[in-house]
């Protein structure tokens, strides 16, 4: 859980320069939301998805991108 609160947190605080203008997450996003998201994402592409084997910092930046996309 801690790892998705600093994740989440960076980009909040815009230290992720690679995805700025691509993924925009709700300033009022919790960790939780984050979590259950991601948990409800793998669980919907599945183990045996390439995804799944990707680093987890990856997998998540992909699945917070998916859903808030910049407009």
């Known amino acids: 859980m801690a790892y998705v609160s600093g994740f989440v947190h960076g980009f909040k605080v815009g230290r ?3 995805l700025k203008g691509v993924v925009c997450l709700p ?3 919790t960790e939780e939301e984050a979590i259950a998201l991601f948990v409800r994402t793998m669980r919907t592409i ?3 998805s390439p995804v799944a084997d990707e680093h987890a910092d990856a997998v998540l930046a992909a699945v917070l991108g998916m859903a808030f996309r910049c407009a």
């Open 46 to 48: 599945g183990k045996s």
């Open 27 to 29: 300033p009022d996003l």
């Open 16 to 18: 992720n320069e690679e």
